[in-house]
């Protein structure tokens, strides 16, 4: 294991295990609930991602995922495959739909606290609470609920790690076994971004081998070999795929996924420093917590803390070395982060935090003052009416966090704990007005009905496969080119519907769309072709 200093528990205050998980799982439930009950299904990645998964369902092409008709290669399959899994013994309902990741995001905090048992194995204080840290991570918080592949990717990545740990324990190869299927299921997931993280890992391992004296050949090779098997696990679904898809989709998933997207990242179309300007909102509230500073967590004593500062060092660096930055990107490192700060942290050290006090009072006015601020900011929406009996939580949770009596609870998870409610309630208040502007449910509905009456729908401008999942659709829409000639000829002479989205109002396309609603700030119409052709021609 890790050598650890002499007093491997300086915080002498009680950790209770039972207390820690209890709030981590309650907490993490109410926001799982929160998105699956109040928040819609948000374009365009998620629509994208589970259309692309209903196009597997309809087609049943389990081999190459589909967008539009075509072949998707942008992402392999294993997101989509658990959709069509979970859809074929559960039906295909929304709901269901929507628990598929928050399963892996709580199997994330079941592996963090295994992590931490590795990375500190003599400091129950880690143990117990890196879970909840984890999960209270801004961005780990808001994605937990999301449709995207990166908290997936996270939990092959932890036991891709953690049997690669037990091997090194007690060299029996069959961990090694279990180290490359975790690191093929990752490919599945999300491609070769797996090594980005599993690589840095393998180069720290004199820091976290039981034995470092004893690292040789045969530990590299076993490495190797894990790597062999995850190959062999991607190709058993790749070169079958390659034939089945095409010369086009072959050179897509074995290049494209790999040199192509590697070469397009340096273009640098964000800075080098993007990602350590978003560190503090990444990993909001911690940076925030006059409790964290005071627990001088930038003392290093042993060489878990080498560990996890290193490792998420060098994954910093290189993510910021390309352009293609997303805030999903770094997730799979978090895990590391959340440990390090679980064994800093001294809990004596906290008390009432004003900065989480201050944000709650925040939310109390943004959901009570809500006719002063929601038109402003979301300037599409036509509902701008708040479920404002949700402020009663957060300001039920400032009396709390100001009482001065002693609470069956310490003051680190109540703060934490207060924080992450009262974000889920800003969010449930929020529910109108998110599923007014970003619910596409309606639109995809109304799409559906205007195909099964015999017209073809159509739309104009990029489109991203918006409407597949939430429609049902069973035709994918026909695609206007966007060169004026070229779409005023479509509307001139085909018969049907198209959608259409505008970024301002239309007092004529009002008038004639057979319907209308806001969307992500704008506005989408679904108009008859010849009509819409006249309303463009008039507006020359």
């Keep these: 294991m890790l050598t650890n200093n002499p007093n491997p528990n300086p915080n002498p205050i009680s950790v209770s295990s039972k207390q820690y998980w209890l709030l981590t799982f309650i907490t993490a439930l109410v926001f799982i609930a ?6 819609p299904i948000l374009p365009i990645d998620e629509t994208r991602y589970i259309s692309v998964a209903w196009e597997m369902w309809l087609d049943k092409n389990w081999l190459v995922p589909h967008i539009k008709g075509s072949p998707y290669d942008h992402k392999p399959p294993f997101m ?5 899994i979970v859809w074929s013994v559960f039906g295909t309902s929304e709901t269901v739909s929507r628990l598929v990741v928050p399963v892996f995001s709580l199997l994330n905090l079941f592996l963090v606290n295994l992590l931490a048992r590795k990375v500190y194995p003599d400091s129950k204080q880690a143990q117990v609470l890196s879970p909840l840290i984890l999960f209270s991570f801004l961005g780990w918080f808001l994605y937990s609920g999301m449709i995207m592949f990166d908290l997936i990717l996270t939990v092959f990545y932890l036991l891709a790690i953690l049997s690669l740990w037990k091997y090194s324990e007690s060299n029996r190869p069959v961990w090694i076994w279990f180290t490359g299927t975790a690191i093929g299921f990752a490919l599945l997931t999300k491609g070769p971004v797996i090594f980005v993280h599993f690589l840095p890992f393998v180069m720290l391992v004199r820091i976290w081998h039981p034995s470092p004296s004893n690292i040789n050949k045969a530990f590299f090779k076993a490495v190797l070999w894990a790597v062999l098997i995850s190959v062999a696990i991607i190709l058993m679904w790749a070169i079958p795929a390659a034939i089945s898809g095409g010369e086009e989709y072959a050179r897509a998933i074995f290049w494209g996924q ?11 179309a964000r800075p080098f420093y993007w990602y350590v300007l978003l560190l503090p909102a990444l990993l909001f509230p911690w940076l925030f917590l006059s409790g964290f500073w005071r627990s001088r967590p930038w003392v290093v004593t042993e060489r878990g803390d080498t560990l996890c500062l290193a490792l998420f060092a060098i994954i910093l660096v290189i ?10 990107y770094l997730f799979p490192t978090f895990p590391f982060v959340a440990v390090w700060i679980a064994k800093q942290v001294d809990l004596r050290k906290f008390k009432t935090e004003f900065a989480v006090v201050g944000i709650l009072i925040l939310i109390v006015v943004l959901i009570f003052g809500s006719q002063f601020w929601v038109s402003k900011a979301f300037r599409s929406a036509e509902i701008t009416d708040l479920y404002q009996s949700w402020g009663i939580l957060p300001l039920l949770l400032i009396g709390l966090l100001l009482w001065k009596k002693t609470l069956p609870i310490d003051r680190l998870a109540l703060n934490i704990g207060a924080l992450l409610l009262s974000l ?3 969010f449930a208040s929020l529910s109108p007005v998110l599923k007014n502007v970003y619910d596409v449910t309606e639109p995809g509905q109304r799409i559906h009905q205007l195909q099964s009456e015999g017209n073809q729908v159509s739309f104009i401008g990029k489109y991203h496969n918006t409407f597949g999942y939430a429609g049902k659709l069973e035709i994918p829409l026909h695609l206007v080119p966007s060169n004026q000639a070229e779409r005023d000829a479509f509307l001139r002479t085909e018969p049907g519907y198209t959608v259409w989205i505008q970024r301002h109002e239309s007092k004529a396309l009002e008038e004639n769309a057979i319907y209308t609603t806001p969307f992500r700030g704008q506005r989408l119409y679904v108009i008859e072709n010849k009509e819409l052709e006249k309303v463009l021609q008039a507006s020359k």
């Design 258 to 268: 790999s040199v192509d997207r590697m070469q397009n990242s340096f273009a640098h």
């Design 80 to 84: 989509f495959w658990l959709f069509n």
């Design 319 to 328: 993510f910021s070395c390309f352009s293609g930055k997303q805030i999903h």
């Design 34 to 39: 929160v998105n699956v009950s109040f928040r």
């Design 424 to 426: 889920s309630a800003l």
